[in-house]
Structures are given as C-alpha cells and as structure tokens.
C-alpha cells in the first residue's frame, strides 16, 4: 500500500469536496431552470439548494432523485394553479365549489 504525505490527503478531500459541489450544482440546474420556466421560482431554488447539500452527502445517489422529485413537483403545482385558474375563467371570475353551484339542486 503506497503511503502519501499528509498533503496528499488534503488535496484529496479539497478535490471531493469541490468535485461533490459542481456536480451537485448541475444536477441542480435542472429544478433551477425549470422552477424559473414554470412560475416555480422557490421550489426551483430550494431544489438546487438540496441538490448541492445532498451531492455532498450522498454523491449522485441523493442528488438525482432529490432533482427528480423537485422538478415533477414543480410541475405538478404548475399544472393545479392552471386548472385552478381555468376553473375560475370558465365561471366568469367565480370559483363555485360543487356543492354550492347556482344551478344545482338543493338536496
């Protein structure tokens, strides 16, 4: 087994550490940019941010699936806020629950 010098080590886990954050900080491009596409911009920043913190914990294998997560959700709140907003454009400006709809019968 070779022996190094002590700065060896160093320089080892400087490159770890700064190699855990650039990759990190790709895969969190994806929720970033689509958080910004999507009208997400919170959800985009926190997905990078938890991208990041988890390449360094956990290398790829926390990172992607945290990305992976961030961006469906980002997406799947964009898609409720426009049907939400569709609903209201559809009732003229209203949002009637079911229950409550002028034209429905009284049980």
């Not at 190699?19 to 900080?25: D, E, F, N, P």
């Not at 980002?74 to 806020?81: E, G, S, V, Y």
């Amino acid at each position: 087994m070779p022996q190094h010098e002590p700065a060896w080590y160093v320089g080892f886990g400087i490159g770890l550490v700064i190699g855990s954050l650039v990759t990190g900080a790709l895969v969190g491009l994806v929720p970033l940019l689509l958080g910004r596409k999507l009208a997400q911009p919170k959800l985009g920043v926190a997905g990078f941010a938890v991208c990041v913190l988890g390449s360094l914990v956990g290398g790829l294998l926390l990172s992607v699936p945290a990305a992976a997560v961030f961006s469906v959700t980002a997406w799947w709140r964009r898609r409720a806020q426009q049907r939400f907003s569709d609903a209201i454009r559809a009732n003229d400006g209203a949002l009637y629950l079911p229950n409550n709809r002028p034209d429905a019968s009284s049980k």
